[in-house]
């Protein structure tokens, strides 16, 4: 599970970069970085980068969650993080089915490296 960690933390790093994108747009449409949405957006920031440091704790996914949950509640001061959350929503679920079925087939042993060779 350790690469699937790296996975996480690199979708992370990109959710990081999308909704900074999003920098701007605030700053001409919403009063400046420094209005509330501003400060929303930096705290989620701040929030995806410590959360990388902590994908290995079994407590990392629930927060991720909720994480977005609120992500997608910010639709209310700006759509387009509402929007942002939506598709990393959407990611995040296919990851996690990804992490079942790759848990479920080591509990079977059908990995190609847990085949035996003849």
Known sequence: MKA???IMAGTLILEVIVVALALPVIAKLHGG???LVGWVTFGFIAAFIALC???RRPWAIAVLVALHVLLIATWILLPALGVIGVIFALVWAYLLWLR???LKRMAEGRLPSQQQQA
Do not use: E, Y
Request: aromatic share 16%; net charge positive; proline share 0%.
């Open 53 to 55: 440091a902590f994908v």
């Open 100 to 102: 079942k079925d790759l």
């Open 33 to 35: 970085v420094t209005s």
């Open 4 to 6: 699937f960690r790296g």
